[in-house]
T-cell receptor
Framework: AQSVAQPEDQVNVAEGNPLTVKCTYS??????LFWYVQYPNRGLQFLLK??????LVKGSYGFEAEFNKSQTSFHLKKPSALVSDSALYFC????????????FGTGTRLTVIP | NAGVMQNPRHLVRRRGQEARLRCSPM?????VYWYRQLPEEGLKFMVY????????ESGMPKERFSAEFPKEGPSILRIQQVVRGDSAAYFC???????????FGDGTRLSIL
């Protein structure tokens, strides 16, 4: 069965500093991995995905994520945080062996302090 | 290019009534997914549909909940005889194909009095 863990409920970072939002996953086969961002009273917006290929994936708004198979991790990163990056971030995984749906983590609230 | 459209944005029902939530996928998307989000929690998968077919309903409660995606018109998530525990935000997503990024609507917030 698939599962996703986001170990930090809250991450605070100063504007201009690098940020990392952690995610680890568990699937029975090869994973499809996604990051989404949610702003208040809105749906989720797609940031980036890993299907296969390079372990470093670049996405929207300057975000990137590194797939680490040995550590079963897919941490989200950004070199320089903006106040407008403050939001709720969700990691999600799908199983390439046949599952049709995404399993989401419980989310990490990122606050960028001016 | 309009995104995924969900309506209504807010829905209030009394216990025992029916709730109908509608979702129009993005143009060109034939795969629709419904998720439920409780406060301060992640999204939980409910059902995955393609036109006129339910592909995976493993996340749907066995009773009172149903979903459809007819050949014409939006996808409908129907909750019969609602109870307080059904209060949540319900999100619809669509994609062009399986495992492609899912694009989400802004959700329907269902409140049960």
């Amino acid at each position: 069965a698939q599962s996703v863990a986001q170990p930090e409920d809250q991450v605070n970072v100063a504007e201009g500093n690098p940020l990392t939002v952690k995610c680890t996953y568990s699937v029975s086969g090869n994973p499809y991995l996604f990051w989404y961002v949610q702003y208040p009273n809105r749906g989720l917006q797609f940031l980036l995905k890993y299907i296969t290929g390079d372990n470093l994936v670049k996405g929207s708004y300057g975000f990137e994520a590194e797939f680490n198979k040995s550590q079963t991790s897919f941490h989200l990163k950004k070199p320089s945080a903006l106040v407008s990056d403050s939001a709720l971030y969700f990691c999600a995984v799908a199983d390439q062996t046949g599952a049709n749906n995404l399993f989401f983590g419980t989310g990490t609230r990122l606050t960028v302090i001016p | 290019n309009a995104g995924v459209m969900q309506n209504p944005r807010h829905l209030v029902r009394r216990r025992g009534q029916e709730a109908r939530l509608r979702c129009s996928p993005m143009k060109g998307h034939s795969h629709v997914y419904w998720y439920r989000q409780l406060p301060e929690e992640g999204l939980k998968f409910m059902v995955y549909l393609q036109k006129e077919n339910i592909i995976d309903e493993s996340g749907m409660p066995k009773e009172r909940f149903s979903a459809e995606f007819p050949k014409e018109g939006p996808s409908i998530l129907r909750i019969q005889q609602v109870v307080r525990g059904d209060s949540a935000a319900y999100f619809c997503a669509s994609s062009t194909a399986q495992y492609q990024p899912q694009h989400f609507g802004d959700g329907t917030r269902l409140s049960i009095l």
